[in-house]
């Protein structure tokens, strides 16, 4: 059970608390394509600058995890080497660590820690869970609160501004999104939903601070649901850094279950 959590946790967004009031925005139709304008294309880079420039990242969150009608609170301790792997350690009740999770952009490593069982997928195992236009550098972003460069890359977007934020629509690889972005340039909620399915991922970043230079939300909700699939998560950071030397331990002893 634990390897699926931290998996779709991943690759999940939450419903999280926002002092902004959620507005209802339509998504772009796949049957009206646009051609980009040069002031959206302008802001678009201006958001794309705004990204968090980083070589490696470590966070530490304590987390509360609903899937179902089942509530947990851990530790989720998140390490990334920019474009090359994301690391994952959730820790349960007195600092048993129940699960890991090893990604890299071409493969998939989780560790069940608690049933002994471990499984080697490649990178396309998350396509269980998501459609097959995520990427690692999308979840790469949606973990930094980046815009996704590889989504914004499509001539079907579009950018509206109101007096306090801007929001940014389009398509691409039949995934609908919508980011709305605050006056400093960075993200505060970001939608994704498959072109005609019924999965839908959400994530909200709340109370942005600023770490070593870099303007990071030290809370993040996150909420996936699609299928018979819900889960809703909420992080809230106490320790993050930038750019220092990070270990991604993944042995595998031979008492682990390989599952296939």
Known sequence: MWSRVVLLVMVGALVFTSCKTKRKIAMPSPDTPTEISAASAASIKTFELNNLDFHTFSGRAKAKIEMGKNIHDVTL??????????????????????????????????LNKLQGEYIAKPFAYIYNYTNQGITFTTLQDLLMANVSSNLLRTNNVQVASTTDEFIVVGIKDQLSYQYRINQENRPFNFVLQEVGGTNNL?????????????????????????????????LGYNRVSFNENVDMPFSVSSRYKVIN
């Open 77 to 110: 301790n998140v390490r990334i080497e920019r474009n090359k792997a994301i690391w994952l350690s959730v820790t349960a009740i007195l600092g048993v660590e129940v699960a890991r999770v090893l990604i890299t952009p071409d493969s998939v490593k989780i």
């Open 202 to 234: 959400e994530a909200f970043y709340g109370d942005y601070a600023k770490t070593e230079g870099y303007n990071f939300p030290q809370n993040i909700a996150l909420n996936i649901i699609g299928g018979e699939v819900s889960l809703k998560a909420q």
